[in-house]
């Protein structure tokens, strides 16, 4: 059977992991962790890119050889991942020979078929993007990114035919609204498409840390498309191509392919909507349904920047306040998608008025009440509870977010409940009512007890472990006593 299949790029390890890498990586993981939930097969493919002339360099410069370099770096994200509770099912190295094989494979392959042929190139070349770029990309004789004069070079090397699915692309785009997403950068990638597209250099001879091609072992191949293949290599490409080794390879390719989404950030928009379409078009594969391209974070409003020195390490943050009040405020800020800025004081901000007053009081205060004025919690309640019809109704609508990966609505309807409920109490005064209505009052408790279990469900994604703590608090049978979920944070400017 199919399995819901989703990745995150794989990150290239020229240097250490920043909040902009957790941000893709978590939301591949509170997609799968959602999905998983839902009882739903899923399958989380993360990875590094280890390959390449900047790999090399900065190997050179810190004296180490470049698998060094990598073993050492691969550690540095895989560390992260742990410490911020991402459980992906699988994480694949460029510089793996279950990949290495793959990407050999199919360049042969596409020699054969003509895809890909030989030539010669002539140049301007950014060093950072290991990229060619055409003159309508540069600013100023620069490259937009990186700000740095390209170098003109020129080199024999192989081209894939990128030119000839120009209007092949253009017809899967239309075909397939829901490739592009968001929708408002589609539109960016249509344009690029409609202008013409080139053959595309894919071996360099300058670079050595690569992987060979195999016919003529004097080039390596183009670190993108390499990288690009994790895809398909670690899923079981390689058994489908019949690659002698391949026979025991734990995944049968079309129990995954095609992907279901490409998580990726905005600026490799292209690689995975252009090129890597053309590439699988090439091979005869299905294309993923969806590659989706967010936004990029400021930090308290400015671009991070090695020269700013300003990149977060997430684990700043999570070592003092924990590791699921970023999981959630990251993604209850900022629609997903759009660019977000990361303001401490907004965490803050946020870490009080949501986790510790709305969802921490709220829980403890019914609680407290309910271990007053019931003792124990029954398994079932039956009800014609206005507030679990709205629990109910709100369920369905938050799937439909969820599936739209529109994170911080799903949250909003979370929120919304809770507010909800917060209103009630103020309402109803449960506490007072239970002098002079005992029944009633002990019923109000049960509906805001098995409200709070939606609660509770719809931010497991989000945060796994608070999500088991109040179930756990909300489980059947005698109330415990507990300290509060969130304890405020007091250093908080006014
Ligand atoms: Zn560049």
Known sequence: ???????????????????????????????????????????????????????????????????????????????????????????????????????????????????????????????????????????????????????????????????????????????????????????????????????LSVSRTKVKWGVTVPSAPNHTIYVWFDALINYISAIGYGKKLGIPGYENYPHDMDNYWPADIHLIGKEIFRFHAVIWPAVLMALGLPLPKKVFAHGWWTVEGEKMSKSLGNFIDPRDITAKYGVEPLRYFIFREVPFGGDGDFSIEQFKKRFNSDLANDLGNLLSRVLNMAAKNIGTIPETFESESTLLKEAQRINAEYDKQMEELAFDKALDLAWGLIGKMNRYIDETKPWALAKTDLEKAKNILLELIFALRYVAAWIAPFMPNTSAEISKRLAAGEIQKYAPLFPRIEEVKK
Not at 140 to 157: A, F, L, N, Y
């Open 1 to 199: 059977m199919k399995k819901f299949y989703v990745t995150t790029p794989i990150y290239y390890l020229n240097s250490v992991p920043h909040i902009g890498h957790a941000y893709t990586t978590l939301a591949a993981d509170i997609i799968n962790r959602y999905k998983k939930q839902k009882g739903e097969e899923s399958y989380f493919l993360t990875g590094t890119d280890e390959h390449g002339a900047n790999i090399e360099k900065s190997a050179t410069n810190a004296g180490v050889t470049p698998q060094q370099w990598t073993d050492n770096m691969f550690a540095k994200f895989k560390e992260m991942w742990t410490d911020l509770d991402i459980k992906y099912d699988d994480i694949i190295r460029t510089t793996e020979p279950r990949h290495e094989a793959v990407v050999q494979a199919i360049f042969e392959k596409l020699l054969k078929t003509g895809d890909i042929y030989k030539g010669s190139y002539t140049g301007k070349y950014c060093m950072s993007c290991e990229a060619y770029l055409d003159e309508s990309e540069l600013v100023d004789g620069k490259c937009p990114i990186h700000k740095k004069e390209p170098q003109v070079i020129s080199e024999e090397t192989y081209f894939f035919k990128l030119s000839a699915y120009q209007d092949k692309l253009l017809k899967f785009y239309q075909d397939n609204p829901d490739f592009l997403s968001p929708k408002f950068r589609a539109a960016e990638i249509v344009n690029f498409v409609k202008g013409g597209l080139k053959d």
